[in-house]
């Protein structure tokens, strides 16, 4: 799920238009078998076992447009149908933050070829010049990620729906919780230690691609990176590892120091190509350590 593309791929907002494409997606269980079709066209076949739950996708998107409407007042809409996979996408009212563009989102992502969970986010879109980023927003009511169980789906559908009421407050308090980045002051150092040791001090491997990946976007960011850097500088940000390890110490004129909205944006826009769950994990992982 690319809600970037989603978002400038989008239609004006128009009920009528999405219900008259979801009423051609027909998805039937028989037996085992499970199939999808659009427009009387079959596009895809999958075996499923006992305990698989069927998602009624169709039914569950109109109601969600309807109860949902009301708290995001959508203006954009992006459905999409690949082979067993369902998408659809609303972009909502405008939010500044810190003299830039966002808008509420709903989104919701599922597959009857047993290829992705279902998937049902709110958030943020930030949206930059002909770039975007996405925002997750934090709360037990605003994702959902579960597999086509019988003995799960049902339950954590039914929480989000009765969660949505709580829909704009979740996001007026990730809204105001991002604002208040852009007078914090953290350096690139600080991140890096918290973001590859653990608490006891052992470097964790799979976390370095994660670091190094943070340093390329505060130099190459197409809207988010540093200016100014120094020689040194950029030498810490293109391999960080090598200041961090064999207990090398990070001088202060070779260290970066960066707003909170700065290291926030750039890391965010490390999972800009993600599901809108796995962005909202690392938006909850950034906040953190920017403290």
Same mark, same amino acid.
């Given at each position: 799920?690319?809600?970037?593309?989603?978002?400038?791929?989008?239609?004006?907002?128009?009920?009528?238009?999405?219900?008259?494409?979801?009423?051609?997606?027909?998805?039937?269980?028989?037996?085992?078998?499970?199939?999808?079709?659009?427009?009387?066209?079959?596009?895809?076949?999958?075996?499923?076992?006992?305990?698989?739950?069927?998602?009624?996708?169709?039914?569950?998107?109109?109601?969600?447009?309807?109860?949902?409407?009301?708290?995001?007042?959508?203006?954009?809409?992006?459905?999409?149908?690949?082979?067993?996979?369902?998408?659809?996408?609303?972009?909502?009212?405008?939010?500044?933050?810190?003299?830039?563009?966002?808008?509420?989102?709903?989104?919701?992502?599922?597959?009857?070829?047993?290829? /992705?969970?279902?998937?049902?986010?709110?958030?943020?879109? /930030?949206?930059?010049?002909?770039?975007?980023?996405?925002?997750?927003?934090?709360?037990?009511?605003?994702?959902?990620?579960?597999?086509?169980?019988?003995?799960?789906?049902?339950?954590?559908?039914?929480?989000?729906?009765?969660?949505?009421?709580?829909?704009?407050?979740?996001?007026?308090?990730?809204?105001?919780?991002?604002?208040?980045?852009?007078?914090?002051?953290?350096?690139?150092?600080?991140?890096?230690?918290?973001?590859?040791?653990?608490?006891?001090?052992?470097?964790?491997?799979?976390?370095?691609?994660?670091?190094?990946?943070?340093?390329?976007?505060?130099?190459?960011?197409?809207?988010?990176?540093?200016?100014?850097?120094?020689?040194?500088?950029?030498?810490?940000?293109?391999?960080?590892?090598?200041?961090?390890?064999?207990?090398?110490?990070?001088?202060?004129?070779?260290?970066?120091?960066?707003?909170?909205?700065?290291?926030?944006?750039?890391?965010?826009?490390?999972? /800009?190509? /993600?599901?809108?769950?796995?962005?909202?994990?690392?938006?909850?992982?950034?906040?953190?350590?920017?403290?």
């Amino acid at each position: 799920m690319n809600l970037v593309n989603n978002f400038n791929a989008a239609n004006p907002f128009d009920v009528k238009a999405i219900n008259e494409k979801l009423d051609q997606l027909e998805i039937t269980q028989k037996g085992l078998l499970v199939t999808t079709k659009y427009a009387g066209v079959t596009k895809a076949e999958k075996e499923v076992s006992e305990a698989y739950q069927l998602f009624d996708f169709n039914s569950f998107a109109k109601q969600m447009i309807a109860e949902a409407t009301p708290y995001i007042n959508p203006s954009k809409f992006n459905l999409k149908f690949f082979k067993g996979r369902q998408e659809l996408s609303l972009f909502g009212d405008q939010i500044e933050i810190n003299g830039e563009v966002h808008y509420k989102m709903l989104s919701i992502l599922n597959s009857s070829d047993k290829s /992705r969970a279902l998937q049902i986010n709110m958030g943020l879109l /930030r949206q930059v010049c002909s770039n975007g980023l996405v925002a997750g927003v934090a709360g037990e009511h605003t994702s959902v990620k579960t597999k086509h169980y019988k003995t799960t789906l049902p339950g954590q559908v039914e929480v989000f729906m009765n969660g949505i009421v709580n829909f704009n407050s979740a996001i007026d308090s990730q809204a105001a919780l991002i604002e208040t980045l852009a007078s914090k002051t953290i350096s690139f150092s600080e991140i890096a230690k918290q973001m590859v040791y653990d608490a006891e001090e052992k470097l964790v491997e799979n976390k370095i691609n994660r670091l190094k990946a943070f340093g390329t976007k505060l130099m190459k960011s197409s809207t988010d990176a540093l200016p100014n850097l120094t020689a040194e500088q950029i030498k810490l940000l293109s391999n960080p590892l090598a200041y961090l390890s064999n207990s090398k110490k990070i001088s202060k004129k070779a260290d970066v120091q960066m707003t909170g909205s700065q290291a926030f944006h750039a890391y965010t826009e490390i999972f /800009r190509n /993600r599901d809108t769950n796995a962005i909202r994990r690392e938006t909850d992982k950034i906040l953190t350590l920017i403290g």
